[in-house]
C-alpha cells in the first residue's frame, strides 16, 4: 500500500472544508490514485462547488433529486442532505425537492431518497388506530 503524503493528507482536508463532507471513495482514493481524484475533482468543482449563477442552497438540492433519481446510497444522499440543513434549507423543503424525483423516477427510487432524508432528520410517521392487516376472508 501507498503512504500518505503531506499533499495528499491536505487535499482530503481541504475537500472536507470547502465541501462539508468526503465520502469513503474520496479517502480511499487520496491514497491510492491521488491524481485522478484530482482530476475529477476539478470537474466536480467547476461544476458544483465554484460560485456561478446558482447559488450553493440551490446547488444542494439538484444534488439531492439526482442522487434520488440515480438510487445512489442512503450516505452519498445524507452527505448532501446534511450539508443542505447546514446552509439552512428546512427539512421540508429538502422533502419537497425529494419529491420532485416521483414523477419522473417512480416509487422506488423515491422511496431511497426518502428513507435517507428520514433517518436524518428524525422524522416519524402516523399509526393506524385500526386493525389494518387482518384479511378479510369469506
Known sequence: MSEVTQEQQD?????ARARGYVLEYHKVMAKQDYATLKAVDNMVHAAY???RALDRRTKELIFIVSL?????TKGQIQAHIKVALDLGLTPQEI???IEIALPE???????EGFAA????VGADGIEPQVEAFRAKRP
Not at 434520488?68 to 445512489?72: K, Q
Not at 423516477?105 to 422511496?111: R, S
Not at 432524508?117 to 436524518?120: G, Y
Open 11 to 15: 487535499y482530503i482536508d481541504n475537500m
Open 49 to 51: 462547488l465554484a460560485p
Open 68 to 72: 434520488t433519481v440515480m438510487r445512489a
Open 95 to 97: 422533502l419537497e425537492a
Open 105 to 111: 423516477a417512480g416509487i422506488v427510487a423515491f422511496q
Open 117 to 120: 432524508w428520514q433517518e436524518l
